[in-house]
């Protein structure tokens, strides 16, 4: 692993560039932009040869696995870099002054529209190294906001943090972006340090919740707090009705299994606790499954801590386990079921619906569905949860409004593991899913995070932003006298 | 005064109507909506005359600057409602399902609307005993997104407080409303314990630094923390350039002092600080302005807090008394204009940038239009920032960009006091103008602060919100498969 400057006068001289480049950044015109996040698209597939092993080494994650995430981190770069000429996400409003404005007073003549926020901070996480990571969603949606990017590396992936952020550097200078638009910084007192940079006025996070938790509170606490975008945790639930189960309980069972031991278990959308009726062969086609063979996880870090959350799951009263994977060794956990009743799951509700981030799941069997609402209200904030049902189950027409109001994605009849990156995705739900209720870390509309609006008032139309000059040089929709005018 | 119970469980059994308000509210129509906030407006006109004498009794504000400040609070209950019908605000996206897409995986169908974020807490403001208080923004956009609001009254204007509540309650129990959508609660203990309730999901503020940091602090502490959408302090920075100065001295220096003594200096939005050529005529001229006559605070805390910082302002050496208003007294402190150099500034920048609540002033004499960029260079977060200045002024070029940092509204030849309630308007900028940058309390963008996005894969039509149906029975503005489609 290569050595990294860490000192504090390195990091104060990364945030400086970083600030100074937000600003030239932020009056690049779109085309730059857009130009921009392509050739970080492009010269991120040029070399994913050489950067696919270092991840496989340093990550433990199949090769297909991180094939297939690297399209869809390039991918994403060239989603949100053609999203940027349309316009939209600058939400430009016009209102010409107006003497007879019936509020009472004359209306001036107000332009508002959303700019970049300033130079961010992106904590990167271990179990994506690239679409979570160095080149991730929150990089490229804060770059395509207009703002420089401090990028703090995950332990878990050093090599393929410094590789592929000198592919992004390159990639960068080469249509030449401004120098410090993207830099990275490495080790968790670098973290603290930026987190708390006057320089520095947005941080993202994917991570653990205790991770995530401390640097929220260290960002509201700073003089100046700024907004923290975190992506903690989430324990997926998902309930398959009694109709349901009866009609395929095989394919309930198997697409389950897949979408838990995916990858290892170690995704945010790893639905970890099955709700299904106790009288129905669900359970047992549940416990006839073939779990994979035991598989290293991410890193140390991450094996102890699954460790510690299945030891305690199992130590409920109650709790048994419904099927285990061959092969526990040492240095890879076997996956593992558990299996509970609800009376049990309620009793000790905080302990059974916390997250296990790794190859392990709570089967939770109940006698009657009306049991599934009552659970439902008490759910902390989730990432997505899952309802698998018939299209006219009486109990989703109560059961799925109660899920939207604890849950960012609720699913029917899918699961939740590989998230979509599109225009309507949303990535985040109620605490402590995310810190930030209202926004999403993944889909187009990630980029809004990085973004505050500003109103000009009477402003001549030569020193007004494009957006918001009268002719519309963008040609893009805008809001007008509150009619939305497409160009 | 009227007696209120304050009571724990008082204010525990008000947040549990809320909640359970705010769970019916949220699967209102929106025609049920529309009615409600008109019938709101309706009413608060309807009982002027009853209200009026109260606000001027207990907030020593003018009859006609109450008056157009009801008008314009029933003006923007009205324009709330009228823009609910549109949707846009619901920023509804449908993906359709697509099997080539290029991401790599298939795409599912994904529909993505934003929701109500549930119970509101919203503090009220001393200085707009209507438009910022019971009945004001915070209250209408978070009614008008789909929440219950639990309204702390400011104990400023009580009586005021519970005759306008009492119009509300009525108001909306004649049209319907779920009891217990609009509750009030008395004294900053009970306003403390709600802010702790888990049942609250986001809370708004308009007042001081000191308090709305305190507030803000807790929200954030809390176990599952949320949003708070504060609005503090702000000194609102204006620049006269040369040119300018020139032109139009006596006018600049009328208007400027008009925009400050106006409603006694209590308005959030209020010039605190003139930057004006020092060679010029402008200092003369503001120097012979006619302050008007001392008259009675909002309070005794506004009071003893403005003459605390006239006292700081005019401690500072260097610092010299420009002008002050007849009839200083105990209870009615007169207005004053001060006056220092932009090298006294530089040196106590943290004092002499400071808000005077109230009816104070200072101006700064500069010796060179690039000094206002240094200066601008050096602004905490501000609501607004003015420029007064001729179309050609070449500072203007430089200026302009740097004020939209470090503001959420740039006006040109205008003054900000006087903040029209418009589709473009934006009151709120980097802290300590706000605390959540992002976002405005005053304009149809209000709204989005008590929404949060929910997407939907995969989910029939019978279940999926109205928004999101294929058919589109609500006749909105969509995106759909990432283009735009009007109704």
């Known amino acids: ?45 040029q070399h994913a040869d050489e950067l696919i092993p270092i991840a496989q080494r340093e990550t433990h994650l199949a090769e297909a696995r991180l094939r297939g995430e690297l399209r869809r981190t390039s991918f994403q770069l060239r989603m949100f870099a053609e999203m940027l000429p349309e316009g939209l996400w600058l939400d430009a409003r016009i209102d010409h002054a107006d003497a007879d404005w019936p509020m009472g007073a004359p209306r001036p003549d107000l332009r508002r529209q959303l700019e970049p926020i300033g130079a ?7 179990n994506f190294p690239f679409a979570f990571s160095v080149a991730g969603g929150d990089t490229v949606s804060a770059l395509a906001a207009g703002n420089a990017v401090v990028l703090k590396a995950h332990h878990g992936h050093p090599d393929l943090s410094a590789a592929t952020a000198a592919v992004v550097v390159d990639a960068l200078a ?4 401004p120098e410090g638009l993207f830099q990275t910084i490495y080790g968790t007192e670098a973290g603290v340090r930026a987190l708390r940079a006057p320089g520095i ?39 398959v009705t009694r109709r349901a189960a009866e009609r395929d309980a095989a394919g309930i069972a198997r697409d389950f299994v897949a979408s838990v031991t ?34 290293p996880l991410l890193n140390g870090g991450i094996e102890s801590g699954f460790r510690e959350s299945v030891a305690s799951t199992s130590g409920v009263a109650g709790v048994r386990t419904l099927g285990a994977g061959a092969d526990d060794a040492a240095d890879a956990p076997a996956a593992v079921l558990f299996a509970a009743s609800s009376q049990t799951l309620r009793a000790e509700m905080d302990t059974l619906m916390s997250e296990m981030f790794g190859p392990a799941a709570l089967v939770v069997t ?13 759910l902390e904030g989730q990432l997505t949860a899952t309802i698998i049902g018939e299209d006219d189950d009486e109990i989703a027409v109560d059961l799925l409004p109660k899920l939207s109001e604890r849950a960012g994605r609720v699913l029917w009849n899918q699961w939740p593991t590989g998230v979509s990156v599109t225009w309507a995705q949303q990535h985040g739900g109620p605490y402590p899913a995310t810190t930030a209720v209202g926004t999403t870390s993944v889909g187009m509309a990630a980029i809004t995070r990085f973004l505050r609006p500003v109103a000009y008032q009477n402003v001549p139309q030569g020193l007004l932003p494009d957006a918001l000059k009268e002719g519309n040089p963008l040609g893009i929709a805008r809001r007008v006298d509150g009619i939305l005018v497409l160009p």
Chains 1, 2 share one sequence.
């Not at 080469?174 to 972006?177: D, R, S």
């Not at 205790?210 to 309930?239: C, H, K, M, Q, V």
């Not at 106790?278 to 073939?290: I, R, T, Y």
Request: glycine fraction near 6%; charge should be negative; aromatic fraction near 6%.
């Open 1 to 45: 692993m290569t050595m990294h400057d860490t000192s504090d006068d390195n990091v104060d001289q990364i945030i400086d560039r970083a600030a100074s480049a937000s600003e030239q950044w932020k009056r690049a015109i779109i085309a730059e932009r857009t130009r921009a996040l392509d050739a970080v698209a492009d010269a991120l597939d």
């Open 366 to 378: 109940y006698d009657d569905e009306s049991e599934l609402l009552e659970i439902a209200d008490r």
């Open 262 to 295: 995916g990858s290892a278990g170690q995704l945010c959308t790893k639905p970890g606790v099955l709700f299904v009726p106790a009288e129905s062969s669900l359970v047992a086609e549940l416990e006839a499954q073939q779990l994979p063979a035991a598989t």
């Open 174 to 177: 080469e249509v030449g972006a």
């Open 201 to 239: 006025k947005a941080a993202a996070f994917t991570g653990s919740v205790r991770g995530g938790r401390a640097l929220f509170d260290i960002a509201a606490s700073r003089p100046e707090p700024i907004p923290f975008y975190g992506e903690l945790g989430s324990t997926n639930p998902a309930f």
């Open 120 to 126: 961010t901070l992106v904590f990167a996480a271990s």
